[in-house]
Nanobody
Framework: QVQLVESGGGLVQDGGSLRLTCAAS????????MAWFRQAPGKEREFVAA????????LYTDSVKGRFTISRDNAKGTVYLQMNSLKSDDTAVYYC????????????????WGQGTLVTVSS
């Protein structure tokens, strides 16, 4: 099993920045890819970004390219999501997820999930 704990959410003004952290523990060696998803009120969960542990290859959804950066610290078993130039459309609960398969955009590809952290962007 793999346990994931997110932190770093909060309230920020339009144009501001936040950094989310996902701490992974347990059998993290069994996972290949880590990702961030988000779910806004009344909407389905959507892919935000992903990164592979082994080589740091990343993948982003178009709406966050150039504003968000995903990174990892293998020694700490931690994944980060640096979010800059935040907009009200970024308001959502952000979830960390882990997959034993290679990087993918679909939530069904991920085996483990955190509880989520709320990001609210005020305009």
């Amino acid at each position: 099993q793999v346990q994931l704990v997110e932190s770093g959410g909060g309230l920020v003004q339009d144009g501001g920045s936040l950094r989310l952290t996902c701490a992974a523990s347990g059998r993290t060696y069994s996972t290949d890819t880590m990702a961030w998803f988000r779910q806004a009120p009344g909407k389905e969960r959507e892919f935000v970004a992903a990164i592979r542990w082994i080589d740091g290859v990343t993948l982003y959804t178009d709406s966050v390219k150039g504003r968000f950066t995903i990174s990892r610290d293998n020694a700490k078993g931690t994944v980060y999501l640096q979010m800059n130039s935040l907009k009200s459309d970024d308001t959502a609960v952000y979830y960390c997820a882990a997959s034993i398969a290679r990087v993918a955009r679909t939530s069904s590809s991920y085996n483990y999930w955190g509880q989520g952290t709320l990001v609210t962007v005020s305009s």
